[in-house]
């Protein structure tokens, strides 16, 4: 069993940064993945970014591409998900998902990810 905790979280300005966590514990394998979602309100849960940890290699939705970076610190067993110049429309709760032996075509699927944590909200006003 994998437990997931985000934090980092909060009400922000258009323009300003954020900077989410994402604490795991319990086993995992090598082929795993970390992911980032969000979730507005009356929408689906939207892939956001993820990061393999074999090799570390990063994706990102088209939406966050050049101002979202996430990254990964094996040691801490932490990934975190660094938004900056964010926008009204990053407003969403923001879920970390892990999943076991995710394939590089499916790593944007919510299908791919076995664990999932409770959500940090993230509201960016105008």
């Known amino acids: 069993q994998v437990q997931l905790v985000e934090s980092g979280g909060g009400s922000v300005q258009a323009g300003d940064s954020l900077r989410l966590s994402c604490a795991g514990s319990g086993r995992t394998f090598g082929n795993s993945a970390t992911a980032w979602f969000r979730q507005g309100p009356g929408t689906e849960r939207d892939f956001v970014a993820a990061?393999?940890?074999?090799?570390?290699?990063?994706h990102y939705a088209d939406s966050v591409k050049g101002r979202f970076t996430i990254s990964r610190d094996a040691a801490k067993g932490t990934v975190h998900l660094q938004m900056n110049n964010l926008k009204p429309e990053d407003s969403a709760v923001y879920y970390c998902?892990?999943?076991?032996?995710?394939?590089?075509?499916?790593?944007?699927?919510?299908?791919?990810?076995?664990?999932w944590g409770q959500g940090t909200h993230v509201t960016v006003s105008a």
């Open positions: 998902a892990v999943g076991n032996g995710v394939i590089l075509s499916a790593i944007g699927s919510r299908l791919s990810y076995n664990y």
């Open positions: 990061i393999r940890w074999r090799g570390d290699s990063t």
